[in-house]
C-alpha cells in the first residue's frame, strides 16, 4: 500500500503550492505541486480542504502509472494532458 504525504508549503496570491511524498516499502518520491485558488474551486466546490484534491490527485495518477513516473513538480491542471479523463473523475471522487 502506498502512502502520500501532503503538506502546503506556500500560500501563493493566488492558490497553494504543496509537497507530497509517495511512500512504498523502502522507496520514496517527491513531488512540488502548485494549484491555482480557481482550479480548486472549479474542482472541488470548496467543500474539501485543497490537501484532499492533491491527495485524491496522487491516487488517480497512482492508479494509472507508478510513483516514479510521475513528475517532480507540476501544476495540477498538468494532470488532464497526460489523463483527459482526470477532472470528470477527480470531481466524482471529490464530491461523493
Known amino acids: 500500500m502506498q502512502k502520500i504525504d ?4 506556500a500560500s ?3 492558490g497553494w503550492a504543496f509537497h ?3 511512500s512504498q516499502g523502502a522507496g520514496q518520491t517527491t513531488h512540488r505541486v502548485t494549484m ?12 474539501c480542504a485543497p490537501e484532499e ?3 485524491a490527485s496522487f491516487e ?9 513516473s510521475i513528475l517532480s513538480e507540476f501544476d495540477i491542471t498538468v494532470i ?3 489523463f483527459p479523463s482526470y477532472e470528470d473523475e ?6 461523493i
Open 20 to 22: 507530497v511524498s509517495v
Open 90 to 95: 477527480i470531481v466524482q471522487r471529490i464530491r
Open 6 to 9: 501532503v503538506i502546503s508549503t
Open 53 to 55: 484534491l492533491v491527495r
Open 60 to 68: 488517480f495518477l497512482l492508479e494509472r502509472e507508478p510513483k516514479e
Open 80 to 82: 488532464s494532458r497526460y
Open 36 to 47: 491555482t485558488r480557481d482550479v480548486y474551486e472549479r474542482l472541488t466546490g470548496a467543500i
Open 12 to 14: 501563493q496570491g493566488d
